[in-house]
């Protein structure tokens, strides 16, 4: 855990070598994360961290970096990577840490999806989301729990025309 008197940005992996996720601002203050190691190489994963003042009390402009340097030397343990579609709307999938769910959602572009969400980060991390005509998400599961992964495909001319949205939803269980 990183030191609870700053207030963190979210820890970034300078390459694709090592993935950050996971990420906990625990109430007590500090940050933790989870990383995982994707290919062989190196890689550093650093963030920044701001002094944590009372409010209304002198604060001074205080920052502090962290950083960590990590060489990969073994080719990580193949994970399991699900792809799922708007047609696997409301099924449920079981992921073991370190899996990936990706999404893939298109549809008629006079409709636009919103961005995929995960109802609980602490179970299955997003790692990177876009929305559009087509939406794409991966997700990893990084921690045991249940999560739902959820988007709106809403009409472009809503809310004159009064065409309905479309709900995707897929349930994921994370295990290990």
């Known amino acids: ?11 970034k992996s300078d390459s ?11 109430s007590s203050g500090g940050l933790t994360a989870d990383l995982y190691a ?10 920044v961290g701001t002094l ?11 920052a502090r970096q962290w950083s960590l340097h990590l060489t990969i030397t073994h080719r990580p343990i193949p994970s399991q990577t699900i792809t799922v579609t ?3 709307s409301g099924r449920s999938y079981t992921l073991h840490r370190g899996d990936q769910l990706d999404v893939e959602l298109s549809g008629p572009s006079s409709y636009t999806w919103t961005k995929p969400t995960s109802s609980d980060q602490g179970a299955l991390d997003p790692m990177a989301t876009s929305s559009g005509s087509t939406a794409r998400a991966s997700f990893v599961a990084v921690g045991p729990g249940k999560a739902t992964v959820t988007a709106t495909d809403n009409p472009n001319c809503y809310p004159e025309c009064l065409a309905p949205s479309r709900l995707f939803e897929v349930s994921v269980s994370v295990t290990g």
């Open 1 to 11: 855990m990183l030191d609870p008197g700053f207030r963190w940005d979210g820890p």
């Open 16 to 26: 694709d070598v090592v993935q950050v996720g996971g990420i906990q601002r625990p």
């Open 38 to 47: 994707a290919a062989v190489g190196q890689a550093t994963v650093t963030t």
């Open 52 to 62: 944590a003042c009372a409010p209304g009390q002198p604060c001074p402009a205080l």
């Open 86 to 88: 708007e047609a696997d």
